[in-house]
């Protein structure tokens, strides 16, 4: 997602995108979703490697800027100094709690 989409998004929830800009309550809400939906991407993406042998499947982006999937985070092995960030599969779906 992209700053510029966040931002919409947030306008969209708080009223900011109306034209409200001068209440500070409108602009609180507003920030406030942006700091949630910026801790929720970081919290999801990680940039070292667990030591746990976990079989998790992962979401690589590799140094080289390339994305790659894995079934097993263990495949990775030997890799750890090409990989600049990954995120595990089950924290980018979305749960399907009522």
């Known amino acids: 997602m992209k700053k510029e989409d966040i931002e919409e998004a ?3 929830y708080s009223g900011s ?3 409200f800009k001068h209440l500070s309550t409108v602009m ?4 406030a979703f942006v700091d949630g ?3 929720r991407i970081e919290k999801v993406w990680h940039k070292e490697l667990p030591n746990a042998q976990t079989k998790k499947t992962v979401l ?3 140094t080289n800027g390339l994305f790659n999937l894995f079934e097993d985070i263990r495949e990775l092995k ?3 100094n090409q990989v600049k960030m990954f995120a595990y599969i089950e924290d980018l779906t979305p749960t399907e709690e009522e």
């Not at 609180?28 to 920030?31: G, T």
């Open 37 to 39: 939906a910026m801790w």
């Open 78 to 80: 030997g890799f750890e």
């Open 10 to 12: 947030a306008g969209n």
């Open 60 to 62: 690589v982006k590799f």
């Open 28 to 31: 609180d809400k507003h920030k």
């Open 17 to 19: 995108i109306l034209g």
